[in-house]
């Protein structure tokens, strides 16, 4: 009985591995073509559930489709409405995992398929280079993963049928099954994983069908965790569409389980005679149920929604809204410390734009290349709205600056309170040179040539030293200064060659006449974005 405990045990672990590299290499695959396309089919509920459906149905996890739909919504790329209809359709979606399972897996002898795709899926991926591809057969890889693990829990629920009464878990209520479903889910976060544990038992007789569906009810349920713990923290409309998520999913189960034993008759009468297919087709069927349930009420949800988690925005400031501009004195140093965190605020906006997270590309705990390999994806926070409140807080400054600017009369005091407002002048201009950047760089990060690629890599790596660079000197390093003296040097030298650069880039690469413009405005900005970093703090 060990040995097919640890067998069980060790299928599991594949199984959850395989979804897991299947969805990565997907979602890569898709890329931020995928995104996008997320967002522009959601401007109705029918569009937004369907949507939600046909996500789910291809990344096969409902967890990475929820969690995408509120990073948009709360990055405001979706409104919290089309946000709930895409969760709704989410778990419609998420019941093909257990049709493929049921259809496929207990129907078949997989396991050699399953190696082949694992062969084929493996090869095809250490021998392409970077690219969709690639990810293709990433995803190839990890659909066979899955069917390994699959085999392993059928064979090892074989074993352990010989030694297991199933009439020990006769006398069991179903509630026990569901807080089962329920656990298990929430700790491994994959509700394929454990209804393919169900169909698992269920096959092999351990399980009777009414415990395992409603083992499946608990692990329906258990799939809201992972939106309750990617809303923690987050934006408001992050917290209500999770909100929405616990609602829709525990009303559904409620339902379920009070139409367990009818819906286990009505699968008997049908011909399936409560087999995995009745497993996979009652859990289709409750979750359906759960959608017309829920559908007519999407927008009174989401309208009741937004009268909760109303949170008073934080102040922009960190230390002019604490001292009076009519103390001059202290006004200013509170003015510079507040410049100077305008100063890191548009690095950070700077490196978001490149998917860099600001606490991780400013540390110096690793290489700069090293860095940029670590943080490939589009970040939660998106770089828009981080420009947004750069903004704010720009006009915060300058608000406070104009108030100040009466009261000042030495002329010391003048000449550095003329510096600071001069490097907040610049900072101000250099955000609004990355904001500029944004949609060449999101064009850049799609594309999949080895030229756009080796551009994209250069325009990251430039941004980055440079920021590393600006926020050495806002901590106190003085050779900082030097260094970001030496990469405008730098960029300026390239701006100045630029058009002999792309002109052979044209003629030996056959770039189109679009490109070539959008590389001219690239290296443009990032020559102005890097000459405003160092004019901020020239007079210093």
């Known amino acids: 009985m060990s040995a097919a405990l640890i067998e069980a045990f060790a299928s599991l672990g594949l199984f959850m591995f395989g979804m897991f590299y299947l969805e990565d290499s997907l979602k890569k695959a898709?890329?931020?073509?995928?995104?996008?396309?997320?967002?522009?089919?959601?401007?109705?509920?029918?569009?937004?559930?369907?949507?939600?459906?046909?996500?789910?149905?291809?990344?096969?996890?409902?967890?990475?489709?929820?969690?995408?739909?509120?990073?948009?919504v709360g990055a405001g790329l979706m409104n919290l409405q089309s946000s709930i209809g895409v969760i709704f359709g989410s778990n419609i979606g998420t019941t093909t995992t257990g049709w493929i399972i049921a259809l496929i897996g207990f129907k078949f002898e997989i396991k050699l398929i399953a190696l082949v795709m694992v062969g084929f899926g493996g090869i095809g991926s250490v021998l392409l280079g970077e690219g969709k591809t690639r990810h293709s057969f990433g995803g190839i890889t990890g659909f066979g993963l899955i069917f390994l693990g699959l085999e392993g829990l059928k064979e090892s629920f074989s074993l352990l049928s010989?030694?297991?009464?199933?009439?020990?878990?006769?006398?069991?209520?179903?509630?026990?099954?569901?807080?089962?479903?329920?656990?298990?889910?929430?700790?491994?976060?994959?509700?394929?994983a454990s209804i393919a544990i169900a169909q698992s038992a269920l096959y092999t007789n351990i399980l009777g069908f009414d415990h395992a569906a409603a083992f499946v009810i608990g692990a329906n349920v258990g799939t809201t965790v992972t939106a309750v713990v990617g809303a923690i923290g987050s934006s408001s409309d992050k917290k209500r569409a999770a909100v929405a998520h616990i609602l829709f999913n525990l009303s559904t189960g409620i339902v379920a389980f009070l139409l367990l034993y009818p819906m286990s008759w009505g699968v008997t009468h049908i011909g399936l005679d409560q087999n995995v297919e009745a497993l996979a087709l009652f859990h289709t069927v409750f979750n359906v149920i759960g959608?017309?349930?829920?559908?007519?009420?999407?927008?009174?949800?989401?309208?009741?929604?937004?009268?909760?988690?109303?949170?008073?925005?934080?102040?922009?400031?960190?230390?002019?809204?604490?001292?009076?501009?009519?103390?001059?004195?202290?006004?200013?140093?509170?003015?510079?410390?507040?410049?100077?965190?305008?100063?890191?605020?548009?690095?950070?906006?700077?490196?978001?734009?490149?998917?860099i997270p600001p606490e991780e590309g400013l540390k110096h705990h690793a290489s700069i290349s090293k860095i940029l390999d670590m943080h490939q994806e589009s970040s939660e926070y998106p770089a828009r709205i981080k420009y947004l409140e750069l903004q704010h807080l720009q006009?915060?400054?300058?608000?406070?600056?104009?108030?100040?600017?009466?009261?000042?009369?030495?002329?010391?005091?003048?000449?550095?309170?003329?510096?600071?407002?001069?490097?907040?002048?610049?900072?101000?201009?250099?955000?609004k040179h990355v904001k500029d950047l944004l949609d060449d760089i999101a064009m850049l990060s799609e594309s999949d040539t080895l030229e756009m690629v080796a551009f994209y890599h250069e325009l990251r790596y430039q941004i980055l030293a440079l920021c590393m660079s600006y926020n050495d000197w806002l901590e106190g390093d003085e050779n900082a200064k030097t260094e970001l003296e030496q990469l405008f040097s730098k960029l300026d030298a390239s701006y100045q060659n630029s058009i002999g650069i792309l002109n052979d880039m044209i003629v030996n690469y056959k770039i189109s006449k679009h490109m070539t413009a959008v590389f001219m405005n690239i290296v443009h900005l990032t020559r102005n974005f890097s000459k405003a970093l160092y004019k901020s703090i020239d007079r210093f």
């Open 30 to 72: 898709a890329g931020s073509s995928f995104r996008r396309w997320v967002k522009i089919s959601t401007d109705t509920d029918r569009k937004a559930l369907l949507t939600g459906a046909a996500a789910t149905a291809g990344l096969q996890s409902s967890s990475v489709v929820t969690l995408m739909s509120l990073s948009l």
């Open 162 to 192: 010989t030694v297991i009464d199933i009439r020990a878990f006769q006398g069991y209520n179903p509630l026990v099954f569901v807080f089962l479903g329920f656990v298990l889910t929430a700790a491994i976060q994959s509700s394929s």
């Open 291 to 355: 959608v017309v349930m829920w559908y007519p009420f999407i927008a009174p949800l989401s309208q009741w929604l937004k009268e909760r988690f109303v949170i008073a925005k934080p102040a922009m400031t960190l230390y002019i809204h604490n001292v009076s501009h009519t103390i001059p004195a202290l006004a200013h140093e509170a003015l510079r410390k507040e410049v100077y965190h305008l100063g890191h605020e548009v690095c950070a906006f700077a490196l978001s734009s490149i998917h």
């Open 395 to 431: 006009g915060e400054i300058l608000d406070y600056a104009s108030a100040l600017s009466n009261r000042i009369q030495l002329p010391e005091v003048r000449r550095e309170f003329d510096s600071t407002v001069a490097m907040a002048a610049q900072l101000i201009a250099a955000s």
